[in-house]
């Protein structure tokens, strides 16, 4: 039995003695994992140390990659941010509550420990009511990473949060299934251009609009590693969210949907005896069933025109792959690069152990 206690409240309408019991346990330095709109974060007191410290160890996370500091109001940005920009100010004021995540100059009295050493501080204003709650119960920001094992794929219900961290965590507030299912979209602000370090729910496109001005796609952001050149941001160092089997990753190159179609179907004939997987959009798994039949493990993400719904739905079947015995191999469909989509192609080309080009 894990040791953590399990406090179920409505997504919505959270009782407020199970907000007040979580946010006692942060005020004791405790660590509390909680629902936002993205996925689960495993959180403490972000000006208590030694709290913020029992979270790199809980998720066996390297001191070097430092948390998102989540506040509920922008008087509590400035306790945690220094120097924050007229124009980010402004363009946060449309864009929070919600899955947006900015790295602003560390405010001094924020401890180091949560930004990894770092001179400067990722900061979010979750648009999750449980989230808003805790943080407001508390009084001050909250230190949360995605609560998860580091490198395991991040947590979008409290069961996984109990498979990783059950005996690490002293509370978990157990919302049901998180709403994007994909982290936040981290903006770095300081460079001249605004940059995507980490896409998300919010897209390029709506960034823009946001900022009011062009934004950077660097190719990390697309998952692309570019030979010899550092990471700006820490936690792209690390590889992610892996599946313990191998997963291929099928990318589009230039094919067109019949040829990437006929690319996809050979590649999983080419397995057999042994099944592989196919994690797939419903309309693909459908073709490739009417080829294939039952000798593919089927993993359906959604709808290929709803690409919110696959991205809600790909860190647990990342997960479910795991649980499928006798399937040691899985192959992941590619999806178009806009919108989340960038945001889920960042994330299957990080999780994959193996990337072909259709030709
Ligand atoms: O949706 C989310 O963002 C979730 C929920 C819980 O809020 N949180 C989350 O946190 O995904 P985490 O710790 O798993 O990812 C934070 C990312 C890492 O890639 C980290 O390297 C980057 O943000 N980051 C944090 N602080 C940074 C900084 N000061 N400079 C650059 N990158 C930073
Ligand atoms: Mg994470």
Not at 162 to 184: C, H, N, R, W
């Amino acid at each position: 039995m894990p040791r953590a206690r399990v406090l179920r409240v409505d997504p919505l309408r959270p009782s407020g003695e199970a907000i007040e019991e979580a946010a006692e346990v942060l005020r004791g330095g405790g660590l509390v994992a909680f629902p936002t709109e993205t996925v689960y974060g495993l959180g403490a007191d972000a000006f208590n140390p030694e709290a913020v410290y029992r979270v790199y160890r809980a998720k066996r996370r390297p001191l070097d990659n430092p948390l998102i500091v989540h506040v509920s109001s922008p008087e509590m940005l400035h306790r945690v941010a220094a120097d924050v920009p007229d124009w980010v100010a402004s363009a946060l004021s449309v864009a929070w509550p919600g899955p947006l995540t900015v790295v602003l100059r560390r405010n001094p009295s924020l401890p180091a420990a949560v930004s990894g050493g770092l001179e400067t501080v990722a900061v979010r204003c979750p648009a999750h009511p449980v989230a808003l709650k805790l943080i407001e119960a508390l009084g001050g920001p909250v230190a949360a990473p995605s609560a998860n094992i580091a490198g395991r794929p991040s947590p979008t219900r409290a069961e996984h949060v109990l498979e990783d961290l059950g005996d690490e965590v002293d509370v978990v507030v157990d919302a049901g299934e998180t709403f994007f299912g994909i982290e936040s979209t981290v903006v770095d602000v300081l460079s001249p251009r605004p940059r995507i370090l980490r896409p998300g729910p919010v897209g390029p496109e709506e960034l823009e609009k946001v900022f009011g001005t062009k934004i950077d796609v660097p190719p990390f952001a697309r998952g692309v590693e570019v030979f010899g050149e550092r990471p700006p941001s820490p936690g792209l160092k690390y590889r992610h969210y892996a599946p313990s089997k191998r997963l291929v990753l099928v990318e589009r190159g230039s094919c067109d949907d019949s040829s990437y179609l006929e690319f996809l179907t050979r590649m999983l004939e080419s397995h057999s005896p042994e099944p592989p997987a196919l994690l797939a959009s419903n309309e693909t798994s459908d073709a490739v069933r009417e080829r294939l039949g039952d000798s593919v493990a089927y993993i359906r993400l959604g709808s290929r025109g709803n690409l919110f719904e696959i991205a809600k739905n790909l860190f647990s079947s990342l997960r479910s792959l795991d649980r499928h015995e006798g399937v040691s191999v899985a192959f992941s469909e590619a999806v178009e690069e806009r919108g989340v989509g960038l945001a889920i192609m960042n994330r299957l080309r990080k999780a994959s152990s193996e990337r072909i080009i259709c030709a």
